[in-house]
Nanobody, 124 residues
Framework: QLQLVESGGGLVQPGGSLRLSCAAS????????IGWFRQAPGKEREGVSY????????YYADSVKGRFTISRDNAKNTINLAMNSLKPEDTAVYYC?????????????????WGQGTQVTVSS
């Protein structure tokens, strides 16, 4: 059974860094796009970044471009999201999800097998 588990969230001061991990079990990442989404209180869920494990391409939302980096750890079957220069507006629950479909932007409807989320709070 395909399962994703997020970890690495926490409380960090503005300007700080965190690294989120999305551990996959029950399937190999090789044929999937793994995406990170976030949902802040009172707001709709938004796409943050994805990595296409088929062709190695990546996507970043404009709001995180240059600050976040998505990568794959083959040994651990895990996708990581390194978040630097964090801002209070990055505060949200972060989710990872998998998609077998190719895409050029973060098409949330094409993602399934969602994890349960990890809370990221950026505050002084």
């Amino acid at each position: 059974q395909l399962q994703l588990v997020e970890s690495g969230g926490g409380l960090v001061q503005p300007g700080g860094s965190l690294r989120l991990s999305c551990a996959a079990s029950g399937f190999t990442l090789d044929y999937y796009i793994i995406g990170w989404f976030r949902q802040a209180p009172g707001k709709e869920r938004e796409g943050v970044s994805y990595i296409n494990n088929i062709d190695g391409s990546t996507y970043y939302a404009d709001s995180v471009k240059g600050r976040f980096t998505i990568s794959r750890d083959n040994a651990k079957n895990t996708i990581n999201l390194a978040m630097n220069s964090l801002k209070p507006e990055d505060t949200a629950v972060y989710y990872c999800a998998a998609s077998p479909f190719s895409m050029s932007t973060m098409a949330e409807a094409l993602f399934g097998s969602w994890g349960q989320g990890t809370q990221v709070t950026v505050s002084s």
